[in-house]
């Protein structure tokens, strides 16, 4: 199984509470993968982490992947993990259900009831709550299948397109 995170490597974002979890369930899951798709300021310390923890061989920093191959990344993960502290509607989520990938997500109310149909909302900064969520999906194949499409078909329903959430965001900011 793999674990994705994309997004920039920010204390916003949290990608080292991805890591943490992953600490953490990589003692119950030990075939499971972790890639991580973005850069930032937080890479090197990232790095030295893994490194720290002997995670080299099953965590990749696949870096700024170009946006064409993203859908094929999507597609190659079993679950993508989004801690950040804060969002907008993130385009990190709109991705994953438009591949039919579950997402374990910050409880954000923005987020909250789309995610809480195709995946798991979780408390930001709570390792325990974040590796719970990502574990419970480990262990149920089926269930995660279940989510990835009923996170697609709640994309189409509302017409949660990239386009449109843009659209939507700038007509908010006009107003």
Request: net charge neutral; aromatic share 6%.
């Amino acid at each position: 199984p793999v674990i994705l995170f994309v997004g920039r490597f920010v204390d916003g974002k949290r990608p080292q509470d991805v890591i943490a979890a992953f600490e953490k369930i990589s003692e119950t899951f030990s075939d499971v993968r972790l890639y991580f798709c973005g850069d930032g300021p937080l890479r090197n310390r990232l790095r030295r982490r893994i490194s720290k923890h002997g995670l080299d061989d099953r965590v990749r920093m696949l870096g700024q992947v170009d946006f064409a191959k993203m859908p094929s990344v999507y597609r190659s993960a079993d679950i993508v993990v989004l801690p950040s502290l804060s969002e907008g509607f993130p385009r990190v989520i709109l991705e994953a259900l438009s591949s039919e990938t579950p997402v374990v997500a910050s409880d954000l109310p923005q987020v909250r009831k789309i995610v809480e149909q195709a995946g798991y909302t979780v408390t930001a900064g709570d390792i325990g709550d974040i590796a719970d969520a990502i574990g419970t999906l480990l262990t149920d194949p089926k269930q995660r299948r279940m989510y990835g499409a009923t996170g697609r078909q709640l994309l189409i329903e509302h017409g949660l397109t990239w386009e449109s959430t843009v659209q939507r965001t700038t007509e908010k900011l006009q107003d």
